[in-house]
């Protein structure tokens, strides 16, 4: 029998206990009452025994006040054993339902425990209700939370680097070329962009950061699916013997930089991005730079 229809069984028990105990008690008050009347209508009678009685007892006295005397003292015998026998039976009586009594005591106790039990079975199970309630509830969050993240992960911003390529190499000014795109679908606000270049003849481990405030650039809006470019100087500017031992892959330089933004659901995001040309890697007629395998990195 599941949970509830044991509430409902022991709910019923509860009010049929209680239906007798009033039945009980009904009764016992109706012959409290009975009692009482038979006691006012046995007093009259017991107050004037048979006087014809008396005189058959009394026959064989022939002195009429010795025979007097014993018609009195035979009635007042009679009253007597009239009371004796009344009250026997009312003392016999009150026994039995003394017993009652005490019997209705106990099932008033047992009415009383069992309702304790009720009581408390009831709040175990309202407290387990409620926890389960509570456990539906954080459940529910949960997914509510999880169906919000999916959401926003779906729909927001994404802007990072798409290609990084050294410009005007064999001229006398390079410059490091970065292109950036949103591929989210939808927009970023307030995009920066900060980038800068290194030449290193040993490779560099991890990532690479802007040093210098005036290297960030502002782009404001990136819509969806949007790209644009920027360049900056690669300073100091490259020699010939650097240039020919990048192109030998015994040198390289790496372009770096930081991209950061706003999201439609107002979260700050970034992009860390590391590439480099030379060090090994096939140079291309355009010098495009390879991404690093450390370095790159976004939220």
Not at 217 to 226: A, H, K, M, N
């Amino acid at each position: 029998m599941s949970r509830s229809d044991w509430l409902r069984y022991g709910a019923i028990g509860a009010v049929i206990l209680l239906f007798i105990g009033g039945a009980f008690w009904w009764a016992l008050d109706a012959y409290q009452q009975n009692q009482a009347q038979q006691r006012e209508q046995v007093a009259p009678r017991a107050a004037d025994p048979s006087q014809q009685e008396a005189r058959e007892a009394c026959h064989d006295v022939t002195d009429l006040a010795a025979h007097t005397k014993c018609i009195a003292e035979k009635q007042k015998t009679q009253r007597e054993e009239w009371r004796a026998q009344y009250d026997l039976q009312a003392q016999q009586q009150m026994a039995l339902w003394a017993y009652a009594l005490f019997a209705s005591g106990i099932i008033g106790l047992v009415i009383t425990g069992a309702g304790v039990v009720y009581v408390a079975l009831t709040l175990r199970a309202t407290r387990e209700s409620l926890q389960v309630a509570n456990r539906s509830a954080d459940l529910a969050e949960d997914a509510l939370q999880d169906a919000r993240m999916n959401a926003q992960c779906e729909l927001r911003a994404y802007v990072g680097c798409i290609g990084c390529f050294v410009e005007g190499f064999d001229g006398l000014a390079p410059h490091l070329a970065v292109n950036i795109q949103n591929q989210g679908q939808t927009p970023a606000y307030k995009v920066t962009l900060a980038m800068d270049s290194r030449f290193s003849e040993k490779p560099i481990e991890g990532p690479l950061y802007v040093q210098r405030v005036s290297l960030i650039t502002s782009l404001g809006v990136l819509g969806p699916q949007t790209s644009v470019g920027s360049t900056k100087r690669i300073e100091p500017t490259l020699t010939a013997t650097q240039k020919e031992a990048i192109k030998d892959g015994k040198a390289q330089i790496y372009g770096f930089g930081r991209i950061t933004y706003k999201d439609a659901f107002g979260k700050t995001r970034y992009t860390q991005f590391k590439a480099m040309l030379g060090g090994g890697a096939p140079t291309s007629k355009s010098y495009d730079m390879v991404i690093c395998e450390q370095g790159n990195e976004a939220n």
